[in-house]
Structure formats: structure tokens, C-alpha cells
């Protein structure tokens, strides 16, 4: 059996890694076939689990494939009808308008070319409350699903397909369902949407409850899964403390809930006097139901499905008087996930979920009896199992893991969780004590969380490790933490020798000397280039989004030189205050120390620095020379006509970023700037029409062009006619919307890189 689920995982996971769907997977499967004839005992269960985990992969890719919404219809606007599925999810943008966003499962689409898609994620910006359950009919813009590819930063595709999301777009408007969907099926399979209809109740009774954001965002979480409202700094201070894992509902809530059930099935044993095989047998059955309703409540989110499965199998075991071993419950509940979603593997929450229970099984395998003590070291070898996980999918690891969990598990999963599960139970059945129960269970988020934001922002750099781990380095990393755990002394002391340089060891840099790397981040509409050499760093531009909340700073540049090992930048240079250039400002002028702050016009919040003049010169010790071309001591100018143009020289090499200039600012620096000739030139505002003319581009002569622009913008860049200048002028062209990150490498011998980072992203869901 053991082999056989092996076998199945290995062969699904194969499947979901492939590049493209190839019809030699029918050879392989063939010999694979012939080979399983020839094999005997386990080997022949692993080798039938494998060619069984690849069919069934298949099947879902070519599924998944047939789904995928034709290039031909990205971008245009289309009818769909279809019902609400999940927990949508109300924001307030910083602009003051509200969204929602959800999941629709699609009934039709019009027109029937557009057809192919069974789930969309939408936006929707209008007044009308969007329901769970709800049937809707709308005109939606859809384009197939697309991520941000950047070096250190997470890829929303990868989200995409893992929730098996076809398309996305945003909702023109709502029409009538009439005649849209038959009536017989408005009113049918109402029972797959009763337990987000509950969740929406639970989420609509917290909200009116309790008048703490803080507390009241943690409850949401732990409650119905929706933790949608907890801002980026309280992330911020969980992911800092090690314990992220307390805010999603995970195996451990699953399993005290279990407990809990199983518990009140043995008191009720106890008040009406039953044999002792039906008291277990009814302990057992509440333990399940408990357990299923807690994770029906949380959206039957990936842990909780794996805590069901492993429960499930724990149970039968128990009632057919059989011990219950702890492999094969696991390994079964991984193939049946993946059997049902062989993407599932994509997220973090899988390897997670999966390596954290895992480690504790082999942890306690090497363990006698459980004790005070045991805990104590069971929580210190699980912090190190967080060191190479947390360093491969988050950039880093919490010093102060075990303390904080060591404190925090009891004190939110003894009592904050059963204190608002009782509340949802009283809540559910109308009784009044639930706004007690629930106010009991925030005031203790009360007093915890602003103590611990405190506590952190002060702490931050001593308490959180970031880890740069490269793919070679994670099978050692992987093999040390198992060796922590075995008694022999000498076989600890090699693991921990092996995962204590990650601990240690702050990433650095992977530029060689004498070369400067130029990196054009990939931040959709908007613009962030990196410049470094030699321990030194420049930004500029920050990307677009919420200048006080999520934005391109936080989410992508960050990141990347969080991965590289900048400490600190040499500049930073705004070279306007439009958002989809200065939103990040003042959240890198918070995060790192910046020596030299250039702008075109102060960007909002920001209070030191001063604007870019032109003719401002500096320079590296490695010999780079950065000129500042504009603007000068010039009024009336509009924003994008101020921006910095800056001008850098790498030895025989010259870049010109211009910011978002029109024609006429063109004209005025070839006038003044009679040496404009650049081989590499950023193309300006994105490749609009209204800049980069055809003099313009015949004085600078770029050898290669990059735009910045987002894929399938809605202002349709880079403009067609700038595409042909360049074209003409036989440039090399690059975009980040197709790329992703781009990166460049100048030697100080004249020899030159790119790299594409999406060219490293080759899979058949992308």
C-alpha cells in the first residue's frame, strides 16, 4: 500500500512539473507499462502507482488545458452567468472605492468563441453586494490568468492555477438573471453552497460584534478561513514571530476540535451508560462531525482536508480494533489530494502542511513518552524544520520560533479558538451568550497584539533571519533537520553544523566583480529598476499600488533585494509622483537605510531628499557615472514631463531611464544634451504614442529597448507605431509584461547578459 500511494504522488507530481503535454508521455507510459510486467513485489506497486499517478495528471492537464480561455478573446468584454462560489472579498482600495472579489463558477458564456472556462476570479467595483451562493448574470473583461515573475517574489499564476482559476477580469456591470439561467436551476445544488452561506452569516455577526479591527481580522481567520482583512503589518508581526500558521485553520485547530468532539462523546457515554464498543463508536462519530463541521466552516482549505483524510483514517482504524500506523494515514491523505487537484502541490500550504507533519513523525519516532521537557525540544527541532522551509518559500526564518510558539499555541489554540468556535455554535443557533463568548475571545487579542506589533517593530532585524537558499542547497538544508533529529550525538552535530550557516549567514550578492547588473522588475503597470555593483545599490522607480497598504515595493523590489543582500541603498530616485512609479516610496525609505534621495516632485510622505537637477553627477568606486539629464530649474512642468531622466555610463556601456516624458521634453533634451547615444535605453512611460519619436529614437540608437507595462493593459501599451521605430532601428526589444524580470549583466570587459526570469518558469499550466 505504502509503495502503491508513493508511487501515485511521485507520478502526479511528475506530471504537474512538465513544461509542455507532449504525446510522447503515451510512449513513456507504454514502456513504463511493459516494465510493470516485469517487476515483481513493492516494486511493481510503486511502478502501477506511478503510471496510475500520471494518467490521472494527464487527464486533469488536458482537462485543465480545454479550459483555458482563447487568446483570441483576452481583453474582450463577454456575458457570463454562473453561481458565487467561496467567501467574496470586501476591501476598501486607498482610493476610497470598494471591491469584492470572488470566485464564479460558470454556467454559459456569450459569445459561444469565448466558451472553454469553468471558474473565473473577478473584481467587481460596483455598489451591490455580491453573495455567497448567489447567481449572477454579468459583462466581465477577461483575460487568461497571469503573474508577476520576479527573482524572490511570489507568483500569482502559481495561485491561479492551484485553485484551478480559468481566467480572471473585472466586472463591467450586473445585469438581470432573466432568461439568463432556467429557474429549476436557479434553486438546484443549493446544498454544495449552505456552508458559505453560514460562513457569510458568521463573517456579517463578527463584523457587527466586534469593533476591533486587529481582533476582530484574527477571529475572522480563525473562524471561517477568511483572513482577507488582516492588514500586511500584522502579517508583518506573525511572519516575523514564526506563527502564520496561527492564523489559517490548520490540522492542529482540526484536531482540536476533534478532541474536543470526541471528548464530549465519552461525557455523554457517561450520562446514558452504553458498552464500551458504542461509546467508542459514538466518541469517534462526534469527533468526525465535529471536525467536519470546523473544516466545512473554514472553506475546507488545504490543511483542513489533510487533517480530515488523516482523521478519517485514524477513526476506521479505531473502530475495526486495528493500531492505526502514521505513514500510510499521511501518504493517503497527499494522493487524495492530489487525485482531486494535482496542482495542489504548487502552494507552500501543501509542502507545509505536509513537512510539518512529517518532521513530527519522525521526530517522534526517535522520542520515548511524551513530557514537559519533550515539548520543549519538540518545538525547538520544529523551529530548525521552519529554517529551510521558511528560507525556500518566504526568504527567511523567525530566531524566535519555539518561544513564541511554545507561548502562543496554548494561549490562542486553548483558548481564543474554543472561546470563538462556541461563539459560532451559540451564534448559530441564536443564542444570545455568542457576542460574550466572541468578546471574551477578542479581548485577549487585544492585549496580545499590540504588545506583540510593538514588540516586533522594535525587534524586527534582531528576530527574523533572512535566507537566501538556493535549489542546490535545500536537499542539504532538508537532510541536516532530519539528522537533528536522531539520538547519536555525533549524527546532531553534523546536522547542526550544516544548518547553522543558514542561520548565521546573511544572503549576499551573486555579482561578480567587475560587473554591474541591471534588473528591470517585473511590477505590471508601473516601473522599478535596480542597479547594482559591488556592495552598492541604486533604485528607480518603486511600482505602483497602495502607497499606505499592499504596493509593488512591498510585494516584488523588497524581495528581490532582501534575496540579494542589500542592506541599504546608495539611491533611490522618484522620477515622478505618479503612482505607478513613487507608490513604494516611503515604504523602501522605511524598510532600508538610503544615503542619496532624488525625486522629480516630493512624493507624498516622503519629507527628506530633494529633486533631481540636471547635470547632478556621481559615481561608484567600481566606475559607474550617473548623470541626472533632467529636469532643471524649469516651471509649469507637468508630472510626467518633471520626471529624472537619469543617464548611466557602465565603461563602454550607456543606459538613459527617461522616466514618463512626451515628445516635447524629447525635444528639449535634444536640444540641450547634444550626446544622447545609449545602448539601452528604458522606453518612456511605457511605450506610450505620445512619446519615443522617430528623432528621439534616431539620436539615442538603442541597441535594446525595454519596456514596463502590464500585461493586456487596458491603455493598450506599448503603442504599435514605437514598437515599428524601434523595429526599424533594429533594437533588440524586451517587456517585462512577457519576461518578467529582467536582467542584465555589463562586464567590465564590454560583454553583456539578459536573462528572462519567465523563461525559467516553463510549465504547462503558465
Not at 644 to 671: F, H, K, M, N, Y
Request: glycine content about 10%; hydrophobic content about 50%; overall charge positive.
Amino acid at each position: 500500500m505504502t509503495a502503491l500511494l508513493g508511487g501515485l504522488i511521485g507520478g502526479v507530481l511528475m506530471m504537474s512539473m512538465l513544461p509542455v503535454l507532449s504525446p510522447f508521455i503515451l510512449l513513456a507510459l507504454g514502456a513504463a507499462f511493459v516494465c510493470l510486467l516485469c517487476l515483481k513485489g513493492l516494486a511493481r506497486f510503486g511502478m502501477g502507482g506511478a503510471i496510475l499517478g500520471v494518467v490521472l495528471g494527464g487527464v486533469f492537464a488536458a482537462d485543465y488545458d480545454a479550459r483555458r480561455l482563447p487568446t483570441s478573446c483576452s481583453g474582450q468584454t463577454v456575458r457570463v452567468t454562473g453561481r458565487v462560489d467561496g467567501l467574496p472579498v470586501q476591501q476598501r482600495r486607498f482610493q476610497g472605492s470598494q471591491q469584492q472579489r470572488f470566485v464564479l463558477d460558470v454556467v454559459s458564456i456569450e459569445p459561444r468563441a469565448c466558451a472553454g472556462p469553468e471558474r473565473l476570479a473577478l473584481s467587481y467595483y460596483g455598489g451591490q453586494r455580491v453573495v455567497a451562493g448567489e447567481w449572477l448574470a454579468l459583462d466581465a473583461r477577461l483575460r487568461r490568468p497571469w503573474g508577476l515573475a520576479n527573482p524572490g517574489a511570489y507568483n500569482a499564476q502559481v495561485s491561479y492555477a492551484r485553485r484551478g482559476i480559468d481566467a480572471v477580469g473585472a466586472v463591467r456591470k450586473r445585469v438581470p438573471l432573466a432568461h439568463a439561467v432556467e429557474p429549476g436551476r436557479l434553486a438546484s445544488g443549493r446544498w454544495r453552497t449552505l456552508h458559505h452561506s453560514l460562513r457569510e452569516r458568521v463573517r456579517r455577526g463578527l463584523i457587527e460584534s466586534i469593533s476591533d479591527p486587529r481582533a476582530r481580522s484574527v477571529l475572522l481567520a480563525l473562524t471561517i478561513g477568511d483572513s482577507a482583512a488582516i492588514d500586511d503589518t500584522l502579517w508583518r508581526v506573525f511572519q516575523s514571530l514564526g506563527i502564520t500558521h496561527l492564523l489559517v485553520v490548520s490540522g492542529l485547530h482540526v484536531g482540536l476540535v476533534a478532541g474536543l468532539g470526541f471528548a464530549f462523546g465519552y461525557l455523554l457515554q457517561r450520562l446514558c451508560p452504553v458498552s464500551h464498543s458504542s461509546a467508542r463508536a459514538i466518541a469517534c462519530l462526534l469527533a468526525l462531525v465535529s471536525a467536519c463541521a470546523y473544516a466545512a466552516l473554514a472553506g475546507f482549505s488545504l490543511p483542513t482536508q489533510r487533517a480530515l483524510y488523516m482523521l478519517n483514517c485514524a477513526i476506521l482504524a479505531s473502530l475495526l480494533t486495528r493500531r492505526a500506523g502514521a505513514v500510510q494515514p499521511l501518504l493517503l491523505a497527499a494522493a487524495m489530494i492530489l487525485s482531486v487537484n494535482p496542482l495542489a502541490a504548487l502552494g507552500s500550504g501543501f509542502w507545509l502542511s505536509f513537512g510539518a507533519v512529517c518532521a513530527l513523525l519522525w521526530w517522534s519516532a526517535w522520542r520515548a513518552r511524551p513530557s514537559a521537557v519533550s515539548w520543549l525540544t519538540t518545538q525547538t527541532y520544529m523551529g530548525l524544520v521552519m529554517v529551510p522551509l521558511g528560507g525556500w518559500f518566504f526568504g527567511g526564518a523567525s530566531l524566535l520560533s519555539v518561544v513564541a510558539n511554545g507561548l502562543l499555541i496554548p494561549l490562542i489554540g486553548l483558548l481564543v479558538v474554543p472561546l470563538a468556535l462556541l461563539g459560532v455554535a451559540a451564534f448559530a443557533v441564536d443564542w444570545s451568550v455568542f457576542r460574550g463568548l466572541w468578546g471574551g475571545a477578542a479581548l485577549i487579542l487585544e492585549f496580545l497584539l499590540p504588545w506583540l506589533e510593538n514588540w516586533v517593530a522594535e525587534s524586527h532585524d534582531r528576530i527574523f533571519r533572512s535566507i537566501h537558499l538556493p535549489a542546490a542547497s535545500l536537499p542539504a538544508a532538508l537532510i541536516a533537520v532530519t539528522l537533528l533529529a536522531v539520538p547519536a550525538a555525533v549524527v546532531r552535530l553534523v546536522g547542526f553544523m550544516v544548518i547553522l550557516p543558514f542561520l548565521v549567514v546573511r544572503p549576499t550578492s551573486t555579482i561578480t566583480p567587475g560587473t554591474t547588473r541591471v534588473t528591470v522588475l517585473d511590477v505590471g503597470q508601473g516601473t522599478a529598476v535596480v542597479i547594482q555593483a559591488e556592495g552598492r545599490a541604486l533604485v528607480y522607480d518603486t511600482g505602483g499600488g497602495d502607497p499606505d497598504g499592499n504596493n509593488m515595493a512591498r510585494r516584488v523590489v523588497l524581495p528581490y533585494l532582501k534575496q540579494q543582500g542589500v542592506r541599504a541603498l546608495d539611491t533611490l530616485v522618484i522620477s515622478h509622483p505618479d503612482r505607478d512609479h513613487s507608490a513604494g516610496a516611503v515604504a523602501l525609505l522605511s524598510a532600508l537605510p538610503v544615503a542619496r534621495l532624488r525625486y522629480g516632485e516630493r512624493p507624498a510622505g516622503v519629507y527628506s531628499g530633494r529633486r533631481c537637477r540636471s547635470g547632478e553627477t556621481f559615481r561608484w568606486p567600481g566606475g559607474q557615472v550617473f548623470r541626472f539629464l533632467a529636469p532643471a530649474n524649469e516651471p509649469h512642468l507637468d508630472s510626467n514631463n518633471g520626471s529624472c531622466v537619469l543617464q548611466v555610463t557602465l565603461g563602454a556601456s550607456r543606459l538613459l531611464l527617461p522616466g514618463d516624458i512626451d515628445r516635447s521634453r524629447e525635444r528639449s533634451l535634444l536640444r540641450y544634451w547634444p550626446d544622447l547615444v545609449s545602448d539601452w535605453l528604458l522606453v518612456a512611460h511605457h511605450g506610450s504614442g505620445s512619446s519615443s519619436s522617430w528623432t528621439w529614437l534616431k539620436r539615442v540608437r538603442p541597441r535594446q529597448a525595454v519596456y514596463t507595462y502590464g500585461y493586456a493593459n487596458r491603455f493598450g501599451h506599448p503603442h504599435p507605431d514605437v514598437v515599428r521605430r524601434l523595429e526599424a532601428l533594429g533594437a533588440e526589444q524586451y517587456a517585462t509584461a512577457h519576461g518578467g524580470a529582467l536582467v542584465f549583466d555589463f562586464h567590465s570587459s564590454g560583454t553583456q547578459k539578459a536573462v528572462q526570469k519567465r523563461e525559467k518558469l516553463r510549465f504547462y499550466w503558465m
